[in-house]
């Protein structure tokens, strides 16, 4: 049996590599990793100019994640940006957005990660909280706490532990968008984790698991991909 495909979502960033210094699509190479790592294909899925072919990519693989980066622009879900939002990063908002959508029209398996949980919120109509602390190891540095799943969901069945995870956010879920329900949640009460209700698979996690060890949400998903 084929091992299955799974797109992955990319930064859009200047980047200078050799004598070259120019936009590039780029992707930490913990993400592809992990999706070998849990016996999956990896395709890199780039922004489009034209976000109406999401649902084409979408239709050519198996499964899909909407990798971490950049502050949501704060416009997607009707709020005012903060000074301590980041720049907007519109071109993978609206490509991500359009692949989300698709992935939920197609039934096909999703996975969001940091970002891609609070675009995954957003694009249900959820909104998000524009700065919190604690949740990073400093400026570029992976921090560390502990998520409890909720008994019963998605995510407690593929880690119904309570796990320590590599954390980079200082943005996370605010009200929770149109059929999603938080799954797992920090000491102090930041939804870490949220899934949509109903036979798909779709779930969104505030942390990083391609910075860590721990393969069993990818596994997850690409189980449910094959």
């Known amino acids: ?25 780029l992707l930490p190479a913990g993400y592809p990793r992990l999706v070998r790592a849990a016996g999956g294909l990896a395709a890199m899925l780039p922004p489009d100019d034209d976000p109406a072919a999401a649902a084409e990519v979408v239709a050519r693989v198996d499964g ?16 005012t940006a903060s000074p301590l939002t980041g720049p907007p990063a519109r071109a993978r908002d609206a490509w991500e957005l359009a692949l989300i959508e698709a992935a939920l029209a197609s039934g096909t398996p999703l996975l969001g990660i940091c970002r891609g949980l609070q675009l995954l919120n957003v694009a249900r109509g959820g909104t998000l909280v524009q700065h919190l602390d604690g949740h990073t190891g400093g400026r570029g540095v992976f921090g560390e706490h502990t998520v409890e799943p909720v008994p019963g969901t998605l995510y407690a069945s ?30 102090d009460g930041t939804v870490e984790a949220a899934e949509l209700r109903g036979p798909g698979w779709v779930l969104g996690v505030q942390w990083h698991p391609e910075a860590g060890h721990d393969i069993r949400l990818a596994r997850g998903l690409v189980g449910a991909a094959a």
């Open 158 to 187: 593929l880690v119904p532990e309570a796990a320590s995870v590599p954390t980079y956010h200082h943005q996370c879920v605010d009200r929770l968008g149109a059929g999603l329900v938080a799954s797992a949640y920090a000491a």
């Open 1 to 25: 049996m084929p091992k299955p495909l799974i797109g992955i979502s990319t930064y859009l960033e200047p980047a200078a590599w050799g004598v070259w210094q120019m936009p590039a699509a």
């Open 64 to 79: 899909l994640i909407i990798a971490g980066g950049a502050d949501v622009e704060p416009v997607r879900y009707g709020a």
